[in-house]
Nanobody, 126 residues
Framework: HLQVVESGGGSVQPGGSLTLSCAASGFGLSYHTIGWFHQAPGKERKEIICSTKDGGDNYADSVKGRFSIARDMANDMIYLQMNSLKPDDTGVYYC????????????????????WGQGTQVTVSS
């Protein structure tokens, strides 16, 4: 059974930082194309990062310079480091995996096979 699981969400003040984690069962996550998505309250889910296993990382303008993705190949984990958080960053964050041969169109995964986690909530408020 293939599964992706996000963790690490929480509440933080504006300007603060959080690190989200993405893990998988049933396959080697860190060898795949990875997408991170953000769904703000009452809005559609939007892609914010797409990363290929060869190190091609693409960021949406809304997070560029503040968020960064990292792969821990040894432990098969994906991390999303979020700095300088703003209230607009509030929402549910999802990790998704795509076939390792697939690429990115900017911050969007070329292929979506529906392999998503359940999401983790991030709240940024004072």
């Amino acid at each position: 059974h293939l599964q992706v699981v996000e963790s690490g969400g929480g509440s933080v003040q504006p300007g603060g930082s959080l690190t989200l984690s993405c893990a998988a069962s049933g396959f080697g996550l860190s060898y795949h194309t990875i997408g991170w998505f953000h769904q703000a309250p009452g809005k559609e889910r939007k892609e914010i990062i797409c990363s290929t296993k060869d190190g091609g990382d693409n960021y949406a303008d809304s997070v560029k310079g503040r968020f960064s993705i990292a792969r821990d190949m040894a432990n098969d984990m994906i991390y999303l480091q979020m700095n300088s958080l703003k209230p607009d960053d509030t929402g549910v964050y999802y990790c998704a995996a795509a076939p390792e041969y697939s690429g990115c169109e900017g911050a969007k995964m070329e292929i979506d096979v529906g392999l998503w986690g359940q999401g983790t909530q991030v709240t940024v408020s004072s």
